[in-house]
């Protein structure tokens, strides 16, 4: 039995971390297919650009803000549902990451991490529900990482966050059910970002370098997961590879990046004491 696809033209959709990365490549790939997008960041002269770049045949609009703020996260579902008309989609792209072992992390910045990445969506996506469950054929859609199925050295702090996210959206897949809001959780493995330009601490480190994913084409499969009603994509081929590992050869995994932690820590210079 064929399932129907949901139809993006006319959808009216949240969508955080606009300003760059995955987030702004998918507020432009569901407004090339209809919807009508809120986009938010931190940075407004980048939603600016966004909001003037060529929308298709949805629009873009968009709002300025810390959405780790409760009052910013309030009055943007507030501002989507009066100039939308309503809301039907939420797509939790906002985030961001620390690097350093987590006996060198202060518990501020493990704070700042997760409230990025997992309190600022879950609390975003508990404000949209009202209007959500008013929508017409709703949507979650949290944005995570391949790290929240299997984590890596150097990134504890994000590793539980989005581990964590994902726990949610299973829990939030099945609560939400009733209400005719599907979820989707998306693990994005190495993709063209500013992540890595906007660590909160650290720098770097150096397997992090390589080929990654464009970020149009992340969005393209995030807008198409959204349209075939998937529950959860992994998208890419290097992510999937991963994903594969994670559930057959976790071992294999920690092999390997022990390697390369190791050989990370022998190539730092050694600091004398003063």
Not at 50 to 64: D, R, V, Y
Not at 82 to 105: C, P
Not at 212 to 235: C, S
Request: with cysteine; hydrophobic share 50%; charged share 25%.
């Amino acid at each position: 039995m064929s399932i129907r696809r949901r139809r993006l033209a006319g959808q009216r959709v949240i969508v955080t971390g606009a300003s760059s990365g995955v987030g702004r490549a998918t507020a432009l790939e569901l407004a090339r297919r209809g919807a009508h997008v809120m986009a938010t960041a931190r940075r407004a002269d980048r939603l600016k650009e966004l909001a003037a770049a060529p929308a298709g045949a949805g629009s873009i609009i968009h709002e300025a803000g810390d959405i780790c703020d409760p009052a910013f996260r309030d009055r943007l579902v507030a501002t989507a549902t009066d100039r939308l008309g309503g809301l039907d989609g939420v797509v939790a792209a906002a985030g961001g990451g620390a690097i350093g072992r987590f006996r060198d992390l202060t518990a501020e910045t493990f704070a700042r991490i997760i409230d990025l990445d997992l309190v600022a969506p879950a609390e975003l996506v508990r404000r949209s529900l009202p209007h959500l469950a008013a929508g017409h054929d709703p949507v979650v859609v949290l944005v995570g990482s391949i790290l929240g199925l299997h984590p890596l050295p150097l990134h504890g702090d994000y590793c539980a966050a989005k581990a964590a996210l994902r726990s949610l959206a299973g829990t939030l897949r099945m609560e939400l059910a009733a209400d005719g809001i599907e979820v989707l959780l998306v693990n994005l493995g190495p993709t063209a970002s500013e992540f890595w330009d906007a660590l909160v601490v650290g720098q770097r480190p150096p397997w992090s370098r390589g080929r990654r994913m464009p970020a149009d084409r992340a969005a393209a499969a995030i807008a198409a997961g959204m349209e075939r009603r998937h529950r959860e994509i992994t998208p890419g081929w290097q992510a999937k590879g991963f994903a594969i590992a994670a559930r057959f050869l976790p071992g294999l995994i920690d092999r390997v990046a022990g390697r390369h932690l190791r050989a990370a820590v022998d190539a730092a210079p050694v600091r004398k004491k003063p």
